[in-house]
């Protein structure tokens, strides 16, 4: 995922625990990062360095995987506003990181019961960032349905859900979850009415078109540090929020930061785990969306990580995604793109996680060229 813990990067000969000064009422917004240190971030300034946990090793090392990437496609088995969807899950490249594993999950899932369909992303940062999101990718639809309100309010239904599987993870003494955990940006679609949960910065787009013009409509917000609301909370709970200034003179992405110290580092304010994180303001309470969708206008949903949106804007991506034939396609397409994107700006990649839901028997507009 873009952007995540700085304190857990690990480099010889490099105490990375401590990075700059603050002044002593702890407010100063930007902080230089130079020396070694600073010139390792810069090429990475976007990214967690994980380390190689072999605490857990399921979730999506389960399913069919092909060179490091995971797809899954069906058509819907319940009667919902949903004909077909398609997810692909990529591993990134970190050279710094030969062992590198896949932090990102997905959940697709149907209940006829209910003429439900399920679709979510979870993003894993940190050291033990993996076994978190396929901990949530493992557990998390059964307790969704097994819960008592499910049938009459789902949304109560996945937040008691979140909150349970988040304690099983914290509980978990083979996961160390004090700079790991996960966003997590799931929809919910039920007959024609779409839900969307969200904690931390993946996001869900919905591609329309109004008056023969596609549209995306940004169906989650991304839960960032320096949003005015998110920032008071983690002022006010004592937390500072800053962005590290590289030794190249640009920026990196705004990160929270304990009150007395620069860790975590965390470039979101919402996540599930990061026990550091959450005693800074950090919090794991998902945020709802919700409407109506309309079979005139709503033709598709992309649910992904942020290895896709940090570089492909929410438009650009509808609009290539329109331009494919079917989810299938362009996923694909989508994830590659993503990646060259990543490689042109920053020598690396994120782990890039994409699915794309038609709407109403939508067909998108043509083959890809």
């Known amino acids: 995922m873009s952007s995540k813990n700085l304190p857990i990067v690990q480099t010889p000969g490099v105490d990375d625990g401590k990075k700059g000064t603050k002044d002593g009422k702890g407010t100063k917004q930007k902080k230089k990062e130079g020396g070694p240190l600073g010139s390792f971030l810069k090429m990475r300034r976007r990214l967690t360095v994980t380390g190689s946990s072999e605490t857990i090793d399921g979730g999506i090392a389960r399913l069919s995987v092909v060179d490091d990437t995971t797809k899954l496609e069906y058509n819907a088995q319940v009667r919902c506003a949903v004909s077909q969807y398609t997810g692909v899950s990529k591993k990134g490249h970190a050279p710094y990181n030969p062992r590198k594993k896949n932090q990102d999950a997905m959940i697709m899932s ?31 639809v ?3 349905l097994k819960h008592p309100s499910w049938v009459t309010d789902c949304k109560a239904a996945a937040r008691d859900a979140i909150i349970k599987v988040e304690h099983q993870v914290i509980r978990n003494f083979r996961i160390d979850t004090e700079f790991s955990g996960t966003t997590l940006t799931m929809v919910i679609i039920r007959s024609n009415k779409i839900i969307g949960i969200n904690i931390g910065d993946s996001r869900a787009v919905i591609g329309k078109e109004i008056d023969g013009v596609l549209q995306a409509e940004e169906f989650t917000v991304d839960h960032k540090p320096d949003l005015p ?22 920026d990196g992405p705004p ?53 896709l949106w940090e570089f492909c804007s929410s438009e650009e991506t509808v609009e290539m995604a329109d331009a494919s034939i079917g989810p299938g396609e362009a996923v694909d397409f989508l994830v590659r793109e993503a990646n060259n994107r ?15 839901a038609n709407l109403f028997f939508y067909e998108s507009s043509g083959a890809r060229k």
Not at 119 to 132: A, K, Q, R, S
Not at 236 to 248: I, L, N, Q, S, T
């Open 342 to 356: 990543w490689m042109a700006e920053e020598q690396v990649i994120d782990d890039t996680t994409v699915i794309m």
């Open 229 to 250: 609301k998110e920032k008071e909370r983690i002022v006010a709970a004592g937390g500072r929020v800053f962005a590290v200034e590289y030794d190249d003179g640009i």
């Open 110 to 140: 149907d209940d006829p019961a209910t003429n439900s369909i399920i679709l979510c992303v979870l993003d894993g940062h940190g050291e033990h960032g993996d076994p978190v999101s396929q901990h949530f990718q493992a557990h998390l």
């Open 142 to 144: 059964n307790e969704m």
């Open 255 to 307: 990160r929270v930061w304990l009150g007395h110290m620069d860790v975590p580092g965390l470039a979101m304010s919402r996540s599930l785990g990061d026990a550091v994180a959450h005693t800074a303001g950090v919090i794991s309470e998902p945020e709802f969306t919700e409407r109506d969708l309309d079979p005139d206008t709503d033709k598709f949903i992309l649910v992904a990580t942020d290895g």
